[in-house]
């Protein structure tokens, strides 16, 4: 017989790195992510194309590291959308937070999407990210903190902490998102008609660049 006052275990979160072309860029994706205050993740990496010096890179690292590498056959113009649907399905986590070798997480991310979820394996976190075009901060993203009235173009992918199970239901990049490049929202805006987005403005928790 299961304890009825028994906590919940912590929440896991399954972080997605999709990688194409720039494999020197992985290792400063993933150091960031070694280096997050809040311990309970898992990495999975994403090549949709296959690359000897990306499956060296992932090869290198500590044993003990919880990572999985699968490389996956190029999809052109579908913005890897095809990856994050994988990660989705293949993930172990409550919620799915996704990077490209681009993007750097700053040690508090995780443990801020964790406070905006209160223990809600069904909730949508957003966090204060900064993207950057042609080495100059050009806007911090989300641009408006009502998150209800937000549009496309205004909420980074690198903002949201994806719930998984809800994602999977309403078909977050999903077949019939293949080819959108604003896939990020679109699957945002599914999951906030069922689940109430949760933002707190403060410090930026990462850098999309």
């Given at each position: 017989m299961q304890r009825l006052d028994r906590p919940d275990p912590p929440l896991l979160f399954t972080v997605a790195?999709?990688?194409?072309?720039?494999?020197?860029m992985l290792p400063h994706a993933i150091q960031p992510v070694l280096r997050q205050?809040?311990?309970r993740w898992e990495i999975l990496v994403y090549s949709d194309g296959s690359s000897r010096l990306t499956r060296e890179t992932v090869a290198g690292l500590d044993a003990a590291i919880p990572?999985?590498?699968r490389e996956v056959r190029r999809r052109p113009k579908q913005w890897g959308n095809h990856l994050r649907r994988l990660?989705?399905?293949e993930g172990s986590g409550s919620h799915v937070c996704f990077l490209g070798h681009d993007c750097l997480l700053y040690p508090s991310y995780l443990e801020t999407h964790l406070a905006n979820l209160e223990g809600n394996v069904d909730g949508l976190?957003?966090?204060?990210v900064d993207y950057w075009r042609k080495n100059?901060?050009?806007?911090k993203q989300p641009l408006n903190p009502d998150m209800m009235n937000l549009h496309d173009g205004e909420i980074d992918l690198l903002c949201i902490a994806y719930p998984r199970r809800l994602a999977i239901e309403v078909g977050c990049f999903g077949e019939d998102m293949q080819r959108l490049r604003y896939a990020d929202y679109v699957s945002f805006d599914r999951l906030r008609q069922l689940t109430s987005p949760v933002y707190r403005p403060g410090p930026t928790q990462a850098s999309h660049f």
């Open positions: 790195i999709t990688v194409w072309e720039r494999e020197e205050t809040y311990p990572i999985r590498y990660a989705l399905e976190s957003v966090v204060p100059r901060l050009d806007v």
